[in-house]
């Protein structure tokens, strides 16, 4: 089993850059993907990127260019480098994590871009 605790969320200007930080309570080394997803109220969770421990990176096209995944195994920590933010980024980010058949998700953390 694994914890997975989100932060880094807040208010920024469009045009501007925020990273999220998913803390997760063992070791990541071995969990093959991780990933973060997002929602809106009246909009299904959507994907926004995912990192496997081969190091294969996949965005969602919205956000393809702008956002970058990334892995830090010494702090058990996954990172969301936004940059370029819209408004049409608002939302709930969510941390993810697909270990064995099972899928862990943290608390959410909220995003606003508004100017």
């Known amino acids: 089993q694994v914890q997975l605790v989100e932060s880094g969320g807040g208010l920024v200007q469009p045009g501007g850059s925020l990273t999220l930080s998913c803390a997760a309570s063992?070791?990541?080394?071995?969990?093959?993907?991780m990933g973060w997803y997002r929602q809106t109220p009246g909009k299904q969770r959507e994907l926004v990127a995912y990192s496997t421990n081969g190091g294969i990176t996949n965005y969602g096209d919205s956000v393809k260019g702008r956002f970058t995944i990334s892995r830090d195994d010494a702090k058990n920590t996954v990172y969301l480098q936004m940059n370029s933010l819209e408004p049409e980024d608002t939302a709930v980010y969510y941390c993810n994590a697909k270990v064995g058949l099972d899928d862990y998700w943290g608390q959410g953390t909220q995003v606003t871009v508004s100017s």
């Open positions: 063992r070791s990541i080394f071995s969990i093959y993907v």
